[in-house]
């Protein structure tokens, strides 16, 4: 009798995870109990080749189970522009995680937060670049300040090993910090930034543990594993990095000039704004909480892919003399060796543009997109999604796809040129 029914509890619990929860999402691969699919991930490092090889067995489309939630994963060019392009306002939400609101203390900043508040935070932060320098001479000048400095200690370790990604680290984290706050990290605040690439560094390593992934994606059983969890990480974590931005935001507010109506920064934008709609008797959607939190975003997200990439570029270079010696040919005869590169210069460089595009295709530096949210039930490929429905956009597939780009695996710049040497989109 008990064996019956332990053989009864066992073929229900099987065919519930093998069948029935599975019967409203498009097929995909074979999620394992309580860790779904991210096993295979685990083994495969960074995951991109699992994304790749679930393409080819299951469609554009398919279902992939982190832990115990179904996202489904859109990886073809033409698919990803029908949802997020043509359709983007259904796609436009992003999956909340428990931790977050740990970390951000609430529903703040740009990266993580959907509706109204993204919305416009996304569109005064676009707004107040624009109109201190993003795309103008004085970005622009905030850069070559930094690649002046860049060359300035090449030459003076010539012959020597150079530590080429700290220096791109430190120029790529001075034209950020400018943005944000208006100053760059000179001898006298280079103490600032060590501590932050400190910071970096620990969340970078510190939430890879085995205990974190199983937090992720099986939180009843992560917490019982041994090591730091994520919610003590993030308590670490947090209270340094946010210390930084807080005094910089203090700072901000007791130098500034509110009756001037130009603006240096982005901290300065955001505070005259606030006190606009403080005036007006709104104090939430632009409070202190919602800019630390935007300056984080700004400062994570644009430090880590802006010199990862750039590392990644010169290393293809490097490793590529025939891409070395097209390079330096164009640049000899568009720029010549007495002046800098400047952003006019670049329509009139297809070939450095190219091996730009190529760098970035190969260095595939996200393997796993931030997860969207449908905002309201819809149809991809065919497919009937609920609204509130995890879907991810895996861009690193088509970066690897061979029908996209042949001989994916291959470092080749005139990929993304046509017959005549022009840039090409692709």
Known sequence: ??????????FLALFYEFHWKRRNYPAGPLPLPVIGNMWSMMRNNSGVECFRQWTKDFGDVYTFWFGTKPYIVVSSYKR????????????????????????????????????????????????SFRDFGLGKNLLQEKMLIEVQDMFAKFDANLGKEQNLPVVLYNAAANVINQLIFGYRFDKEREGELKKLKALMEF???????FKVYVQFF??????????????????????????????????????????????????EAYLKEQRKQEAQGEFEL????????????LWFAGLSTTHITLTWIVGHVLNYPDVQRKLHKELDEVI????????????NLPYLNAVINESQRCA????????????????????????GTGVIPQ??????DDKVFPDPYAFNPERFLDANGKLRKI
């Open 1 to 10: 009798m008990l064996l019956l029914l332990f053989l009864s509890v066992l």
């Open 80 to 127: 990803l522009k029908e949802a997020f392009i043509l359709d983007g306002d259904t796609f436009a939400d992003k999956i909340r995680q428990p931790f977050q609101d740990q970390f951000r203390g609430g529903n703040y900043g740009v990266v993580d937060t959907n509706g109204h508040v993204w919305s416009t935070h996304r569109r005064f932060a676009l707004s």
């Open 203 to 209: 969340q970078e390593t510190a939430f890879t543990t």
């Open 218 to 267: 099986a939180p009843a059983i992560g917490k019982h594993l041994p090591g730091k969890s994520v919610e003590d990480l993030l308590a670490e974590f947090t209270v340094d990095f946010y210390k930084f931005f807080n005094h910089q935001i203090e700072e901000h507010r007791s130098k500034i000039d509110f009756d001037s109506e130009e603006s240096l920064d982005y901290a």
């Open 286 to 297: 632009f409070s202190t909480k919602q800019l630390s939190n935007t300056c984080f975003d």
């Open 336 to 347: 010549g060796s007495d002046r800098l590169i400047t952003n006019d210069d670049k329509n």
């Open 364 to 387: 595939n530096i996200v393997p796993i997109n931030q997860i969207h949210s449908t905002s309201r039930d819809t149809v991809i490929n065919g497919i009937t999604v609920k609204k």
């Open 395 to 400: 861009i690193s597939a088509i970066m690897l």
